[in-house]
């Protein structure tokens, strides 16, 4: 009896060990899982974060050039507003220096020279003479104001020319930033549905 007592217990002290042993290695293994779990989950958080900081930048350099585009649209505005003034006013030199060409042609089929110098006193002369003097110092001021104008009109349209390429080459780099957001949301939810 006894030594059926020590198999018993021999046998019950196996068992017990067997399922002492069966216990610990489910639960390193479940120790290893719930490791590899977290090492997981720590990636797919680093992962998540790594884009949520690119998406950041992303979002900051579209803003920079949100306001980039915007002040570029008040330059190009602004520019074309004095374009349009400087045409109205070249317009406008046009118009008044054809009067005066006009004009002098039909004085000069008329001899306004000889008429000029048959004045019969010197009085009657030097008044003339101040009169065409202050003419032709008004004819010159306007055709150097016309030219003045021409020139600041070329300058200007050359200006407004390179801002709409500024312009255009902005709203390039957003549309860019806005594709590269895109695909940074995409790898973020691609991330997410696989965890």
Do not use: C, P, W
Request: charged share 30%.
């Amino acid at each position: 009896l006894a030594f059926l007592l020590t198999i018993a217990s021999v046998t019950s002290f196996a068992k017990a060990k067997d399922d002492a042993s069966a216990l610990v290695e489910k639960v390193q293994n479940s120790k290893k899982v719930i490791v590899e779990a977290e090492a997981e989950k720590r990636r797919i958080l680093g992962s998540l974060y790594t884009i949520q900081q690119r998406m950041k930048k992303i979002t900051n350099e579209k803003s920079h050039l949100t306001d980039e585009l915007f002040q570029a649209e008040d330059s190009v505005k602004n520019v074309a507003r004095v374009i349009a003034s400087l045409e109205s006013e070249i317009g406008k030199q046009r118009t008044a220096l054809r009067r005066r060409l006009r004009a002098l042609y039909k004085l000069s089929g008329e001899g306004y020279v000889g008429i000029l110098f048959s004045r019969t006193n010197a009085a009657d002369l030097d008044e003339s003479l101040r009169f065409l003097k202050i003419v032709t110092e008004n004819d010159y001021k306007m055709i150097r104001s016309y030219q003045a104008n021409v020139a600041t009109y070329k300058l200007q349209k050359d200006k407004l020319k390179k801002q709409v390429e500024r312009l255009v080459g902005i709203e390039k780099r957003i549309k860019t930033q806005e594709n590269l957001l895109v695909v940074e949301q995409q790898s973020k939810s691609k991330i997410v549905s696989e965890a």
